[in-house]
T-cell receptor, first 116, second 115 residues
Framework: GAVVSQHPSWVICKSGTSVKIECRSLDFQATTMFWYRQFPKQSLMLMATSNEGSKATYEQGVEKDKFLINHASLTLSTLTVTSAHPEDSSFYIC????????????FGPGTRLLVL | KQEVTQIPAALSVPEGENLVLNCSFTDSAIYNLQWFRQDPGKGLTSLLLIRSSQREQTSGRLNASLDKSSGRSTLYIAASQPGDSATYLCAVRWSSGAGSYQLTFGKGTKLSVIP
């Protein structure tokens, strides 16, 4: 089956620094990628949707300038958490899909971010 | 507001027991419903997808049902095994509304199967 990887799997950073998380589709072209955020014992919350070569569409309440998303190629999307603060500590999961079947999303293993 | 609810939040059963996980959703105009498995600190694995026109889907020891009129879905696991221990997430894709065609997740049910 289709595989989505994320790097790094976990990261610890100091408050005020920026962190970049990569999401790659390994064996298919990801025309659309999604970024989710999950707090402990909470559901996955969609942060943004990006189509290759286009600007990301952010969900209501998600700060565009804080969570920078780049979907520069059909196999790579990056999420950069700028000027990270402790409240940004969370589990970030990316998901990718091809044009067909459009309803099939493949999920990455997630990245655990801890901001000190 | 379109919401997905999973009760209970946690469930513990002895090995070999059959069990049912519940999922309810607030709007019956769904496009499809999906059950996922999430192991601790890991991503999601899709288990079953039920389209709006379907009543159930089966895969091995798993059976998922869908009742749109009552806004409910169940995931039945037969002959549970310790390896089934994980958090099970229900996600709905609605065909209309603010978040249409996007997956909306429940908080999950954490299942522990005791040897």
């Amino acid at each position: 089956g289709a595989v989505v990887s994320q790097h790094p799997s976990w990261v610890i950073c100091k408050s005020g620094t920026s962190v970049k998380i990569e999401c790659r589709s390994l064996d298919f072209q990801a025309t659309t990628m999604f970024w989710y955020r999950q707090f402990p014992k909470q559901s996955l919350m969609l942060m943004a949707t990006s189509n290759e070569g286009s600007k990301a569409t952010y969900e209501q309440g998600v700060e565009k300038d804080k969570f920078l998303i780049n979907h520069a190629s059909l196999t790579l999307s990056t999420l950069t958490v700028t000027s990270a603060h402790p409240e940004d500590s969370s589990f970030y999961i990316c998901s990718a899909r091809n044009r067909q079947p459009w309803e099939t999303q493949y999920f990455g293993p997630g990245t655990r971010l801890l901001v000190l | 507001k379109q919401e997905v609810t999973q009760i209970p939040a946690a469930l513990s059963v002895p090995e070999g027991e059959n069990l049912v996980l519940n999922c309810s959703f607030t709007d019956s105009a769904i496009y499809n419903l999906q059950w996922f498995r999430q192991d601790p600190g890991k991503g999601l694995t899709s288990l079953l997808l039920i389209r709006s026109s379907q009543r159930e889907q089966t895969s091995g020891r798993l059976n998922a049902s869908l009742d749109k009129s009552s806004g409910r879905s169940t995931l039945y696991i037969a002959a549970s095994q310790p390896g089934d221990s994980a958090t099970y997430l229900c996600a709905v894709r609605w065909s209309s509304g603010a978040g249409s065609y996007q997956l909306t997740f429940g908080k999950g049910t954490k299942l522990s199967v005791i040897p």
